[in-house]
């Protein structure tokens, strides 16, 4: 019983300084911010030099002028879908299949929108960063981006390490 007796004592101790613990509690995580955001505050610059940023950057600008013309593309045939859609109560069941296939395009157009909206925002990340002087840097370690992986993914903002680790 002794041990019960122990054991309820540290309880009471617990419960005591709860407001001390609460801010022992959030104390770390403004520390982890800090840590997290330390490569973006230090301005690591970046390990490539200008001409290897230069040889980079036509690339990147080369793919967000594809990744406009085509959600230009995308936006234009969905907006061309919309005005041929049959109204409601028009027509019978050809109209219906009809109907249906037209709203499945539309569906797979919005969906290769948005993945041309990701893309066109990790270029457009990567172009700020050539400005920045950061490019090449990883935005979640602060360590340098292998030049062999920038030629695979030239808008890449993490190491392949911390890409796993962000993809769960």
């Known amino acids: 019983m002794?041990?019960?007796t122990t054991k309820t004592a540290p309880?009471?101790?617990k419960s005591k300084p709860a407001a001390a613990?609460?801010?022992v509690e959030t104390a770390p995580e403004p520390v982890a911010v800090e840590a997290a955001t330390a490569p973006k505050s230090k301005k690591i610059k970046s390990p490539l030099t200008p001409k290897q940023i230069e040889h980079f950057s036509g690339p990147l600008l080369t793919e967000r002028a594809r990744l406009e013309e085509e959600r230009e593309q995308i936006r234009s045939r969905s907006g061309a879908v919309d005005g041929a859609l049959p109204e409601e109560g028009e027509g019978g069941d050809e109209d219906t299949a009809?109907?249906?296939n037209a709203m499945m395009d539309k569906e797979?157009?919005?969906?290769v929108e948005d993945?041309?909206?990701d893309l066109l925002s990790a270029v457009d990340h990567a172009l700020k960063k050539i400005e920045e002087g950061t490019y090449g840097i990883c935005d979640m370690s602060g360590e340098p981006i292998p030049a062999a992986r920038l030629e695979l993914i030239p808008y890449a903002a993490l190491t392949v390490e911390c890409q796993h680790i962000s993809e769960g």
Do not use: C, N
């Not at 797979?108 to 969906?111: F, P, R």
């Open 2 to 4: 002794a041990t019960k």
């Open 11 to 13: 309880a009471v101790k």
């Open 21 to 23: 613990a609460t801010a």
């Open 98 to 100: 009809d109907l249906a």
């Open 108 to 111: 797979m157009d919005l969906s």
């Open 115 to 117: 993945e041309i909206e």
